[in-house]
C-alpha cells in the first residue's frame, strides 16, 4: 500500500515536472521597471542625474568647470538586479574624454519616490556611476557618492 | 517494462512516457523563439543570475509575445497531427478505403489505436489549455499582447470540440449502428434486407 502510494506519489510529481517544464522558461523572463533605471548627463555647470530609460545613449557636453579638453559623455552600460528581493540595481556608466582616455566606474545610488534628479556641481568632484535600491517600482531615497575628482579626470 | 507496476502507475508511466517528447520539443521552441525575438527585434537584454531580464517593459512583454506565439504554434502543430489521425486514421472507425490505400503504401504505421491516440490527446490538450490559461492570466496582467490569448483561447476550445467529437464516434451510438455504419448500409435498406430474408 505504502510502496503503491509512494510510485503513484513519484510519477505523478514526475507527470507535473513534464507538464510544467516547456512554462519555465517565461518564468524567467524579467524587466526592471523604467523608473528605476537610471542615467546621467553632464551640462555645461552641472551634471544631472535623472530616471531614464536604460540603454539611452547620453548627451556630450563640455563641462566647464573642467579644463575644455575634458568634454565627456557617458552610457549606462548595465542595469542589473542583484538581490530579488530588495531590488538592488547597479548600472555602470563608461566615460569617455576628448583626450581618448576613458574610464568605467560605478555611482550608487537609492532613490527618492519625491525626487527623480540631482544635480551635481561638478567643480570639484564627478560621479562615475550608480547604484539604485529600492523595492518594486518603490525607491526611497537617492544617494550619490562622488568619488573622482577633476583631478582624477585629467589622468 | 510496465509488468510489475500497478494498473494506475501503469497509466501514469505511459504518460509520461507520451509527455517526454512534446515538453522537450515545446521548451526548444520557446528558447529557440526567445532568441529569434530577441535578435529579430534587437532587444535590450541579458541573461542574470535569476533569468533573462530586459530593461523596459515593452521590450519584454514583445518577447514573451512572440515566443508564447512560437510554442503555442508548436502544441498547434501537434494538436492538427492529432486530430487527423483521430479523424482519418482511428483503428475504430477508419474508412476502409483509406485503410487499404494505406496498406498498399506500406503506411500502415499511421492508423492509430485508441489508447495511444487518447493518452497523446491528453498530453497535447493538457499543453493547450495550460498554455492558453498562462496567457489569458499573463494578458490580464499586461505581461502579453491580448490577441495571443484569444487566439489560444479559439484553438484550444475548437481542438477540444474535435476531440470530443472523436470520442463520440468512438464510445458513442450503439452497436447497431455501428455495424450498419461500417457496412454503409442504412436502417431501410437493412429492414429490406431481414425481410427477403
Known sequence: MIKRLIINTFLFAVFGILLALPFLPSKLLKYYPQKNVLSAVARNDQTLIKILPAGDMLQMVAVTAFPQQFAYYERILEVRNFSGRDMLYKAAVFVNFVNGKNAQAEVEAVFNNNSDEIVLHPGEKAYTGLKVLGRGDKVEKVEVFLNISAKDVQK | ?197
Open chain 2, 1 to 197: 517494462m510496465y509488468k510489475n507496476l500497478p494498473s494506475k502507475s501503469k497509466t501514469l508511466t505511459k504518460l509520461i512516457d507520451k509527455a517526454i517528447l512534446p515538453a522537450i520539443v515545446l521548451t526548444f521552441s520557446k528558447i529557440i523563439s526567445l532568441i529569434i525575438v530577441n535578435q529579430k527585434f534587437r532587444l535590450n537584454w541579458q541573461v542574470g543570475t535569476s533569468g533573462i531580464i530586459y530593461t523596459s517593459k515593452s521590450d519584454f512583454v514583445l518577447a514573451n509575445t512572440y515566443s508564447s506565439l512560437f510554442m503555442y504554434f508548436s502544441i498547434m502543430a501537434g494538436l492538427l497531427l492529432l486530430l487527423i489521425k483521430a479523424v482519418r486514421w482511428h483503428s475504430t472507425h477508419i474508412d476502409p478505403k483509406v485503410s487499404a490505400r494505406l496498406h498498399f503504401r506500406k503506411l500502415d504505421f499511421l492508423v492509430t489505436e485508441s489508447l495511444d491516440l487518447y493518452l497523446n490527446t491528453v498530453i497535447w490538450l493538457g499543453y493547450s489549455w495550460l498554455a492558453t490559461a498562462l496567457m489569458l492570466i499573463q494578458s490580464y496582467y499586461n505581461l502579453i499582447l491580448p490577441w495571443v490569448s484569444y487566439i489560444a483561447l479559439f484553438v484550444s476550445i475548437t481542438a477540444t470540440i474535435f476531440v470530443l467529437l472523436d470520442i463520440e464516434r468512438e464510445f458513442g451510438g450503439n452497436a447497431f449502428d455501428k455495424v450498419c455504419k461500417r457496412e454503409s448500409i442504412s436502417f431501410l435498406d437493412l429492414g429490406r434486407i431481414l425481410k427477403s430474408g
